[in-house]
C-alpha cells in the first residue's frame, strides 16, 4: 500500500507546473486514451490576442500591464511569444501534447480522431519495439492508411520496455507542427527521485512547417537578402531550416540579435526543493538541430537514453538530437534561488538558446541571475554525445556516445556467427552529379544512393499491391535512383549494420533512428578534423567506398566495405560487445561511421530513416523486412488503402470477386428455381390431399346424414307395408 501512494505521489509531481499529462494508475490492466487532433492559433486565448510582458501574457488591448491581470499561461500556446498568431497542430487543445504515464506491462488503448480539415494523420510510439502489433508502428503507407479529416482510428500494444519515449505524428511535417508528446513508461518499483519531462525544440515563429520545407527546396529569403544555412561547429552544414528561436515543453523568448533583449514571454518552470534528487527526461523534439543542455550551477549525472539506462556519467552538459531522449538527475544542492536551464544550437556564428527556469522552493518568481559553468584547466567541461571528437571551446572535452556502457551486464551484443548473421553498409547521404528539382540539399535524400519511394498502400498488409524494386543498373555505384529500399532480415539472425555519411554526398550529420527494435552500438567512427580549428576535414579511412569513382570526394559511395578485408564477417577490432549501451536513434557522425547490432526476432516491417524531418520527407528513409511470413494477423476490419485506377493486382481480385459474385447470384438463382418448383410440388400436393381429405369428410358426412333420417323416420303403416316399425326411443322405460 505505502509502494502503491509513494507512485502515485511521484506522478502528481510529474506532472504539476509543467505540462498536462494522461496518467494510468499501476493498479490498471488497461489505459485508455483520447487524442483528438486540430488546428489553434499561438497567442490567442479563444478569440482573444494577448501579448506578452514580464514573463506574463496580457489581454491585446491593456495598457497598463501593472494593473491589469496577467492572462493563465495555461489558457494560451504562447511559443516564443511573437505576437502574429502561427497556426500549429495540437492534440487536445495542447502544445506540446499531453504526456502520457503508464506503467510497464499495461495494456494501451489510444483513441484517435482526426479533426484537421486538409490533412491526414498518423501516431507513431517511437522507441517502441511493437512486438506482436507491427501494424501498430503508425507510418503511413508503411503499417497503416493515414486517418483521413474526420475518420478515427484505435491503436492498441503494450507498454514495453519501460523508459523515456515519446509519440508523435509520422505524417509529413505534421511533427514539427505541434503533434507530439512524451510518452513515459515507469518500473513497478520504489523510487524517492521526482520525475521532471523537458521536450525541446526549434521554432519558426513566422512559417509553419510545411512552408518551412517548401522554401528549403526552392528558396530561403528574409525580406529580399537570401538567408545562408547555418555551419555546425565542426564546419559540416545545416540544411536550409530558418528559426527565430528554442522551446522548452512549448515555451520560449525571441531574442534580439544581442542575445540579450526579449519580449518577455513566459517560460517553463521546474519547481524543486532543496535536498531532493529529480530525474529530468529529456527528449530531442526538433525539425533539424542538436542542442547542447546544461543546468547552471548544477552537476548533470546521465543515466540512461532512449530507454535503456547507462552507467552514470557526471558531465556539464550534452548534446541531443531530435529523436533522441537523455535521462539525467540532479540533486538541488545549491542555495535557494532561481537558475537557468540552458539549451543552445551547435551553430557556428550563431547563439540561439532556450530557456527554463529551475526554481528552488521559496524562491522569488523571478528570472534568474546565474552564469554557465566557466571551463577552465582545474575544472574542464565535459560534453556528453558530441557529434564530433574536438569541441572548439577552451578547456572543454567531447564524451562520444561509444564511450558508454551499459548499466546492466547481462545483455552482451548478439554474437556474430558465419552463416547466421549478415553486414550491411547504409551510406545516408546527399550524392549527386547534377542539381535534382524538388530537393532539400540540391539532390535527393538517399541511403546507397536509393531515395524512398513511398507505396500508395499499406504494404505491410497489402504486399502484392506495390512494387518498386531497387534494380541495377538503375541503382548501381555512383548512380541515383527511386525505389523502395528494403532490407530483407529475419530468422533470428544477427544483423551488423555500418552507418555512414560518407563520399560526394557527406557534410550532414544525421540522427538515424530505427523502429521496431533498440539496437546495440558497438563503435563510432569519425572523420578527420582540423587540429587547430575541429572543422571536417575528409572521411574516415577504415571504409573504403568503391565504386568505378577512386576519388573518394567524388564517389557516391553506395557499395561500401571495410578497408581492411580482416575486419568483415564481424571482426572489427575494439568492439564493445559486454556492456553495449543500446539506442534506437544515434547521430552518424559527417565523414564517419557507427557499428550497429540487432537481433532479427521480430516480424514487421519497420521504417529506418533520418529524424531530421526535412530529410526524411525528402528520401532518406527505407525498411526493414523481417520475416514477413511470420507477421501476425492484423485485426479483423483492419483499413486497406490504395490509388485509383487500382493496381493490375487489385483489378484482379476486384474481376475474381465480380465473377464469385456472379457465379454465386447464378447458383442463387438456380437454386431459387429449383426450391420454387419444388415448393409448387408440394404446394399443389397438400392442395390435392386436402381436396381429397375434404371430399372424404364430404361423403362420410352424407352418409351418416342419409343414416340418421331413416332411423329417426315413423312408419305407420307397419308391417303392412312390408316396412320395420322404428323402435326409436321408448319412453316409458325412461
Same mark, same amino acid.
Given at each position: 500500500?505505502?509502494?502503491?501512494?509513494?507512485?502515485?505521489?511521484?506522478?502528481?509531481?510529474?506532472?504539476?507546473?509543467?505540462?498536462?499529462?494522461?496518467?494510468?494508475?499501476?493498479?490498471?490492466?488497461?489505459?485508455?486514451?483520447?487524442?483528438?487532433?486540430?488546428?489553434?492559433?499561438?497567442?490567442?486565448?479563444?478569440?482573444?490576442?494577448?501579448?506578452?510582458?514580464?514573463?506574463?501574457?496580457?489581454?491585446?488591448?491593456?495598457?497598463?500591464?501593472?494593473?491589469?491581470?496577467?492572462?493563465?499561461?495555461?489558457?494560451?500556446?504562447?511559443?516564443?511569444?511573437?505576437?502574429?498568431?502561427?497556426?500549429?497542430?495540437?492534440?487536445?487543445?495542447?502544445?506540446?501534447?499531453?504526456?502520457?504515464?503508464?506503467?510497464?506491462?499495461?495494456?494501451?488503448?489510444?483513441?484517435?480522431?482526426?479533426?484537421?480539415?486538409?490533412?491526414?494523420?498518423?501516431?507513431?510510439?517511437?522507441?517502441?519495439?511493437?512486438?506482436?502489433?507491427?501494424?501498430?508502428?503508425?507510418?503511413?503507407?508503411?503499417?497503416?492508411?493515414?486517418?483521413?479529416?474526420?475518420?478515427?482510428?484505435?491503436?492498441?500494444?503494450?507498454?514495453?520496455?519501460?523508459?523515456?519515449?515519446?509519440?508523435?505524428?509520422?505524417?509529413?511535417?505534421?511533427?514539427?507542427?505541434?503533434?507530439?508528446?512524451?510518452?513515459?513508461?515507469?518500473?513497478?518499483?520504489?523510487?524517492?527521485?521526482?520525475?521532471?519531462?523537458?521536450?525541446?525544440?526549434?521554432?519558426?515563429?513566422?512559417?509553419?512547417?510545411?512552408?518551412?520545407?517548401?522554401?528549403?527546396?526552392?528558396?530561403?529569403?528574409?525580406?529580399?537578402?537570401?538567408?545562408?544555412?547555418?555551419?555546425?561547429?565542426?564546419?559540416?552544414?545545416?540544411?536550409?531550416?530558418?528559426?527565430?528561436?528554442?522551446?522548452?515543453?512549448?515555451?520560449?523568448?525571441?531574442?534580439?540579435?544581442?542575445?540579450?533583449?526579449?519580449?518577455?514571454?513566459?517560460?517553463?518552470?521546474?519547481?524543486?526543493?532543496?535536498?531532493?534528487?529529480?530525474?529530468?527526461?529529456?527528449?530531442?523534439?526538433?525539425?533539424?538541430?542538436?542542442?547542447?543542455?546544461?543546468?547552471?550551477?548544477?552537476?548533470?549525472?546521465?543515466?540512461?537514453?532512449?530507454?535503456?539506462?547507462?552507467?552514470?556519467?557526471?558531465?556539464?552538459?550534452?548534446?541531443?538530437?531530435?529523436?533522441?531522449?537523455?535521462?539525467?538527475?540532479?540533486?538541488?544542492?545549491?542555495?535557494?534561488?532561481?537558475?537557468?536551464?540552458?539549451?543552445?544550437?551547435?551553430?557556428?556564428?550563431?547563439?540561439?538558446?532556450?530557456?527554463?527556469?529551475?526554481?528552488?522552493?521559496?524562491?522569488?518568481?523571478?528570472?534568474?541571475?546565474?552564469?554557465?559553468?566557466?571551463?577552465?584547466?582545474?575544472?574542464?567541461?565535459?560534453?556528453?554525445?558530441?557529434?564530433?571528437?574536438?569541441?572548439?571551446?577552451?578547456?572543454?572535452?567531447?564524451?562520444?556516445?561509444?564511450?558508454?556502457?551499459?548499466?546492466? /551486464?547481462? $545483455?552482451?551484443?548478439?554474437?556474430?556467427?558465419?552463416?547466421?548473421? #549478415?553486414?550491411? !553498409?547504409? %551510406?545516408? =547521404?546527399?550524392?549527386?552529379?547534377?542539381?535534382?528539382?524538388?530537393?532539400?540539399?540540391?539532390?535527393?535524400?538517399?541511403?546507397?544512393?536509393?531515395?524512398?519511394?513511398?507505396?500508395?498502400?499499406?504494404?505491410?498488409?497489402?504486399?502484392?499491391?506495390?512494387?518498386?524494386?531497387?534494380?541495377?543498373?538503375?541503382?548501381?555505384?555512383?548512380?541515383?535512383?527511386?525505389?523502395?529500399?528494403?532490407?530483407?532480415?529475419?530468422?533470428?539472425?544477427?544483423?551488423?549494420?555500418?552507418?555512414?555519411?560518407?563520399?560526394?554526398?557527406?557534410?550532414?550529420?544525421?540522427?538515424?533512428?530505427?523502429?521496431?527494435?533498440?539496437?546495440?552500438?558497438?563503435?563510432?567512427?569519425?572523420?578527420?578534423?582540423?587540429?587547430?580549428?575541429?572543422?571536417?576535414?575528409?572521411? /574516415?579511412? $577504415?571504409?573504403?567506398?568503391?565504386?568505378?569513382?577512386?576519388?573518394? #570526394?567524388?564517389? !557516391?559511395? %553506395?557499395? =561500401?566495405?571495410?578497408?581492411?578485408?580482416?575486419?568483415?564477417?564481424?571482426?572489427?577490432?575494439?568492439?564493445?560487445?559486454?556492456?553495449?549501451?543500446?539506442?534506437?536513434?544515434?547521430?552518424?557522425?559527417?565523414?564517419?561511421?557507427?557499428?550497429?547490432?540487432?537481433?532479427?526476432?521480430?516480424?514487421?516491417?519497420?521504417?529506418?530513416?533520418?529524424?531530421?524531418?526535412?530529410?526524411?520527407?525528402?528520401?532518406?528513409?527505407?525498411?526493414?523486412?523481417?520475416?514477413?511470413?511470420?507477421?501476425?494477423?492484423?485485426?479483423?476490419?483492419?483499413?486497406?488503402?490504395?490509388?485509383?485506377?487500382?493496381?493490375?493486382?487489385?483489378?484482379?481480385?476486384?474481376?475474381?470477386?465480380?465473377?464469385?459474385?456472379?457465379?454465386?447470384?447464378?447458383?442463387?438463382?438456380?437454386?431459387?428455381?429449383?426450391?420454387?418448383?419444388?415448393?409448387?410440388?408440394?404446394?399443389?400436393?397438400?392442395?390435392?390431399?386436402?381436396?381429397?381429405?375434404?371430399?372424404?369428410?364430404?361423403?362420410?358426412?352424407?352418409?351418416?346424414?342419409?343414416?340418421?333420417?331413416?332411423?329417426?323416420?315413423?312408419?305407420?303403416?307397419?308391417?303392412?307395408?312390408?316396412?320395420?316399425?322404428?323402435?326409436?326411443?321408448?319412453?316409458?322405460?325412461?
Amino acid at each position: 500500500m505505502c509502494r502503491r501512494v509513494l507512485i502515485n505521489v511521484l506522478i502528481v509531481a510529474f506532472c504539476s507546473g509543467i505540462l498536462q499529462a494522461e496518467v494510468c494508475k499501476i493498479d490498471m490492466k488497461e489505459c485508455v486514451f483520447h487524442f483528438e487532433v486540430e488546428h489553434r492559433l499561438t497567442m490567442m486565448r479563444g478569440k482573444t490576442l494577448v501579448f506578452p510582458h514580464g514573463g506574463n501574457v496580457f489581454a491585446y488591448d491593456v495598457s497598463d500591464t501593472s494593473t491589469a491581470e496577467p492572462i493563465p499561461h495555461d489558457e494560451v500556446i504562447t511559443a516564443d511569444g511573437w505576437e502574429n498568431p502561427r497556426l500549429v497542430s495540437v492534440v487536445n487543445g495542447q502544445f506540446p501534447g499531453p504526456n502520457i504515464i503508464v506503467f510497464e506491462g499495461q495494456q494501451i488503448v489510444v483513441h484517435v480522431k482526426n479533426k484537421l480539415n486538409s490533412h491526414g494523420v498518423t501516431i507513431h510510439w517511437h522507441g517502441l519495439h511493437q512486438v506482436g502489433t507491427p501494424w501498430m508502428d503508425g507510418v503511413p503507407f508503411v503499417t497503416q492508411c493515414p486517418i483521413l479529416p474526420g475518420q478515427s482510428f484505435t491503436y492498441r500494444f503494450k507498454a514495453s520496455p519501460k523508459g523515456t519515449f515519446w509519440w508523435h505524428s509520422h505524417a509529413g511535417a505534421q511533427r514539427t507542427m505541434g503533434v507530439y508528446g512524451a510518452f513515459i513508461i515507469k518500473e513497478r518499483t520504489e523510487t524517492t527521485t521526482e520525475d521532471l519531462i523537458m521536450q525541446i525544440t526549434d521554432w519558426n515563429h513566422d512559417m509553419d512547417s510545411d512552408t518551412d520545407h517548401a522554401k528549403m527546396i526552392y528558396g530561403v529569403y528574409d525580406g529580399r537578402k537570401k538567408w545562408n544555412p547555418s555551419q555546425s561547429l565542426d564546419s559540416s552544414f545545416f540544411s536550409m531550416l530558418l528559426i527565430h528561436s528554442l522551446l522548452i515543453n512549448g515555451r520560449g523568448r525571441y531574442y534580439q540579435e544581442n542575445n540579450i533583449d526579449h519580449n518577455g514571454a513566459p517560460l517553463t518552470v521546474y519547481n524543486v526543493k532543496s535536498g531532493n534528487k529529480y530525474r529530468f527526461r529529456v527528449i530531442g523534439t526538433g525539425a533539424l538541430y542538436p542542442f547542447r543542455i546544461s543546468i547552471d550551477s548544477h552537476t548533470l549525472t546521465v543515466v540512461a537514453s532512449d530507454g535503456y539506462d547507462l552507467k552514470p556519467v557526471e558531465t556539464e552538459s550534452f548534446v541531443i538530437n531530435p529523436g533522441e531522449r537523455f535521462d539525467f538527475e540532479i540533486t538541488a544542492n545549491q542555495p535557494v534561488g532561481n537558475y537557468w536551464i540552458r539549451g543552445i544550437t551547435l551553430e557556428k556564428g550563431r547563439y540561439r538558446r532556450a530557456d527554463a527556469i529551475l526554481r528552488y522552493e521559496t524562491a522569488t518568481a523571478s528570472d534568474p541571475k546565474t552564469n554557465r559553468q566557466q571551463c577552465t584547466a582545474a575544472k574542464t567541461c565535459l560534453v556528453l554525445n558530441c557529434p564530433f571528437t574536438y569541441y572548439p571551446e577552451a578547456y572543454t572535452e567531447c564524451v562520444t556516445f561509444d564511450q558508454l556502457k551499459s548499466a546492466v /551486464n547481462d $545483455d552482451p551484443a548478439p554474437v556474430f556467427e558465419p552463416g547466421m548473421s #549478415k553486414e550491411y !553498409f547504409l %551510406n545516408w =547521404a546527399f550524392p549527386g552529379v547534377k542539381p535534382y528539382p524538388g530537393s532539400v540539399n540540391g539532390h535527393p535524400g538517399s541511403v546507397n544512393g536509393r531515395d524512398f519511394h513511398t507505396p500508395d498502400v499499406n504494404p505491410l498488409l497489402q504486399p502484392k499491391e506495390w512494387s518498386s524494386p531497387c534494380k541495377s543498373p538503375e541503382c548501381g555505384d555512383d548512380r541515383h535512383c527511386l525505389c523502395t529500399h528494403a532490407l530483407e532480415i529475419g530468422g533470428g539472425d544477427t544483423i551488423q549494420m555500418v552507418l555512414m555519411n560518407m563520399g560526394m554526398g557527406k557534410g550532414w550529420s544525421h540522427p538515424i533512428h530505427m523502429h521496431g527494435h533498440s539496437f546495440y552500438v558497438l563503435k563510432m567512427g569519425y572523420g578527420n578534423y582540423n587540429s587547430s580549428t575541429g572543422a571536417i576535414q575528409g572521411d /574516415n579511412s $577504415d571504409i573504403d567506398c568503391r565504386g568505378p569513382v577512386t576519388d573518394p #570526394k567524388k564517389s !557516391f559511395c %553506395n557499395n =561500401a566495405t571495410w578497408s581492411n578485408a580482416a575486419w568483415l564477417n564481424g571482426r572489427v577490432p575494439r568492439l564493445e560487445l559486454n556492456n553495449p549501451p543500446r539506442k534506437d536513434t544515434i547521430i552518424v557522425p559527417t565523414g564517419g561511421y557507427v557499428v550497429i547490432r540487432i537481433k532479427a526476432d521480430n516480424p514487421g516491417l519497420w521504417n529506418m530513416h533520418c529524424h531530421i524531418e526535412l530529410h526524411s520527407m525528402d528520401g532518406m528513409l527505407m525498411l526493414l523486412n523481417e520475416s514477413f511470413t511470420e507477421i501476425p494477423s492484423a485485426p479483423k476490419g483492419f483499413p486497406d488503402c490504395h490509388s485509383y485506377p487500382p493496381s493490375p493486382y487489385r483489378m484482379n481480385l476486384i474481376s475474381k470477386a465480380e465473377e464469385h459474385q456472379q457465379a454465386q447470384e447464378a447458383s442463387d438463382s438456380a437454386i431459387t428455381k429449383e426450391k420454387y418448383h419444388v415448393l409448387l410440388g408440394l404446394l399443389i400436393a397438400v392442395l390435392s390431399l386436402q381436396t381429397i381429405l375434404v371430399l372424404c369428410i364430404f361423403c362420410v358426412c352424407l352418409k351418416k346424414t342419409k343414416s340418421s333420417n331413416d332411423k329417426y323416420t315413423l312408419n305407420t303403416n307397419g308391417a303392412k307395408n312390408g316396412g320395420n316399425v322404428n323402435k326409436g326411443f321408448n319412453m316409458n322405460k325412461l
